[in-house]
């Protein structure tokens, strides 16, 4: 079967997760990929981008490209490289049941040396291996580092109120701005005779909202009042770690029945 026999899928794909980090933008890939089609021979049918991590199953775009392939739209996919098409084994075992049933006739990539046979197929395999081996590496590298981060007392997350985040030497620094109200919050609830509504209220007067802009009521008061981080320390996993950031307050942190002492 001659490629202008079949019918073609252009497929491109970039999320922006650490993984395509260094992948040919979509617009890139297009371009590519049409004057590749165009020096192969191949009949394009339709072009689908999609914008999505392929970590995990569930893509859409993806999803609906091989349902239109199962009802016979067309039997050819062209993308950049297999790890555009799968990076985990769910995804990459569809595409060879597609090849195996005889609905996918072809897969083409500039990248990528690909033939419809037992040899094909088995070198395909092992790209969807590599490529869902790249993701697993990357993700347990990327949780060892937070590991060690925590424990050097870094908040390997976004400051709470109060704090910010100082993207030039990636540490939390205090909102001398912020830091002031918090603090005063601190000192109102540990006097043990104002309400939590009248804490919340006190941060509205004072134009302190959520990191979303919304006003903060009850529930982030709460929550605020019992963060660890205003002390100095955070809690990471379920943990409590020692952190390098500079405490607003001084207090026991603990439910008022045990009564909190702030200075």
């Known amino acids: 079967m001659d490629n ?3 019918k073609f899928f252009l497929y491109a794909r970039k999320s922006t997760d650490v993984e395509d980090k260094q992948v040919r933008s ?18 394009i049918i339709d072009e689908l981008m999609e914008k999505q991590s392929a970590k995990i199953p569930g893509r859409p775009i ?3 490209m091989l349902n239109r392939i199962e009802s016979g739209e067309a039997n050819g996919i062209l993308a950049w490289h297999p790890d555009r098409l799968a990076r985990n084994s769910v995804d990459g075992g569809q595409i060879i049941y597609l090849l195996d049933c005889g609905h996918l006739a072809m897969l083409k990539f500039p990248t ?11 070198m395909l395999n092992i ?3 590599q490529s869902k081996y790249y993701v697993d590496s990357l993700s347990e590298n990327t949780k060892r580092g937070l590991r060690q981060k925590v424990k050097r007392g870094e908040y390997p997350s976004l400051a709470p109120v109060g704090y910010i985040n100082d993207s030039r030497n990636k540490s ?11 603090r005063k919050a601190f000192e109102l609830y540990a006097q043990g005779d104002q309400r939590l509504e009248d804490i919340g209220e006190f941060l509205a007067q004072h134009k302190l909202v959520s990191k979303s802009g919304k006003r903060i009521h009850i529930s982030r008061a709460t929550f605020i009042l019992s963060n660890p981080f205003y002390t100095g320390l955070f809690r990471y996993t379920g943990e ?16 008022r029945k045990n009564q909190s002492h702030c200075h």
Not at 27 to 42: G, M, P, S, V, Y
Not at 112 to 122: A, I, R
Not at 172 to 182: G, L, N, R
């Open 127 to 129: 790209a969807f291996g």
């Open 26 to 43: 979509i617009e890139d890939q297009i371009t590519e990929l049409r004057a590749f089609a165009k020096q192969e021979n191949l009949n």
């Open 4 to 6: 202008l026999s079949q």
């Open 240 to 255: 409590i770690y020692e952190g390098k950031h500079e405490p607003i307050c001084f207090c026991s942190n603990k439910p």
């Open 172 to 182: 939390v620094v205090v909102d001398k701005k912020q830091a002031p109200v918090v």
């Open 112 to 122: 990528f040396w690909m033939e419809n046979t037992s040899q094909g197929k088995f």
């Open 62 to 64: 993806f999803n609906d």
